[in-house]
């Protein structure tokens, strides 16, 4: 959700979404000439998140285009989602590789292939490799429903549902070989309701994933282009 200015803020807030000179700004300050920035997608789900950057794209709120989607189980919504948004996508069966590394390594062949730029693992169900992370420093970026570091790993909403706690959230994040502790890019914040349960929670962070992570992939472009 949108941050409004305090006047007794020392540091401007994050708002989304942000003015249209800003995001142009931010999403084309690494992109390659000459055309947007080429996002590589990677989903093993529903795939919600691959379409909310395909529309960001395609609504002119983010400077950049999917080139390629990943999947790792064949006929998920993800890629039923590709096909009716005309992207391509490959599929890439962890079950048929013996090892994380060797799944890895054909991710980055594919993604090379693509000429894609920055990487973004929305619901990826697998954990990752330096193979990966390595050919795509700083550009590897992932979405996780909850408010980092706080339960980290898989099902983050039943464990915030299990601790009692009454704010949950979503983080996304640069991608490190330590599981979901690298760099936080935007987070936002999402109150646990009386009577919530696992599916609505996760509907209402969902909402809010669908929001900040094309922000995060302009920020992360944006960093990229900055002088060190």
Same mark, same amino acid.
């Given at each position: 959700?949108?941050?409004?200015?305090?006047?007794?803020? %020392?540091?401007?807030? @994050?708002?989304?979404?942000?003015?249209? #000179?800003? *995001?142009?700004?931010?999403?084309?300050?690494?992109?390659?000439?000459?055309?947007?920035?080429?996002? $590589? @997608?990677?989903?093993? $789900?529903?795939?919600?998140?691959?379409? /909310?950057?395909?529309?960001?794209?395609?609504?002119?709120?983010?400077?950049?285009?999917?080139? *390629?989607?990943?999947?790792?189980?064949? +006929?998920?919504?993800? &890629?039923?989602?590709?096909?009716? =948004?005309?992207?391509?996508?490959?599929?890439?069966?962890?079950?048929?590789?013996?090892?994380?590394?060797?799944?890895?390594?054909? =991710?980055?062949?594919?993604? %090379?292939?693509?000429?894609?730029? *920055?990487?973004?693992?929305?619901?990826?169900?697998?954990? @990752?490799?330096?193979?990966?992370? +390595?050919?795509? !420093? #700083?550009?590897?970026?992932?979405?996780?429903?909850?408010?980092?570091?706080?339960?980290?790993?898989? #099902?983050?909403?039943?464990?915030?549902?299990?601790? $009692?706690?009454?704010?949950?959230?979503?983080?996304?994040? *640069?991608?490190?070989?330590?599981? #979901?502790?690298?760099?936080?890019?935007? %987070?936002?914040?999402? !109150?646990?309701?009386?009577?919530?349960?696992?599916?609505?929670?996760?509907?209402?962070?969902?909402? &809010?994933?669908?929001?900040?992570? !094309?922000?995060? @992939? /302009?920020?992360?472009? %944006? &960093?990229?282009?900055?002088?060190?």
């Amino acid at each position: 959700m949108p941050a409004f200015a305090d006047p007794s803020d %020392q540091e401007p807030c @994050v708002q989304w979404p942000l003015p249209p #000179d800003c *995001l142009e700004a931010q999403a084309t300050a690494w992109a390659p000439e000459p055309g947007p920035l080429r996002l $590589g @997608v990677m989903a093993s $789900g529903a795939g919600s998140n691959f379409e /909310a950057l395909v529309q960001a794209c395609r609504q002119g709120n983010l400077q950049a285009e999917v080139a *390629l989607l990943v999947v790792n189980n064949s +006929g998920c919504g993800a &890629q039923q989602r590709a096909e009716r =948004l005309g992207i391509p996508c490959q599929l890439h069966d962890h079950r048929h590789h013996p090892s994380r590394e060797q799944l890895d390594r054909a =991710l980055v062949a594919s993604f %090379q292939a693509a000429a894609v730029d *920055l990487v973004v693992m929305a619901g990826w169900m697998r954990v @990752v490799t330096p193979t990966l992370i +390595g050919a795509f !420093p #700083d550009r590897l970026v992932n979405i996780h429903p909850s408010l980092l570091p706080s339960f980290r790993g898989l #099902d983050a909403v039943g464990q915030a549902l299990a601790a $009692g706690v009454t704010l949950a959230g979503c983080t996304a994040h *640069l991608v490190s070989e330590e599981v #979901d502790a690298g760099r936080i890019l935007v %987070q936002a914040a999402v !109150p646990v309701l009386a009577g919530d349960d696992h599916a609505s929670l996760t509907r209402r962070i969902q909402m &809010q994933e669908h929001r900040i992570l !094309p922000l995060a @992939v /302009a920020l992360t472009a %944006q &960093q990229l282009g900055e002088p060190d």
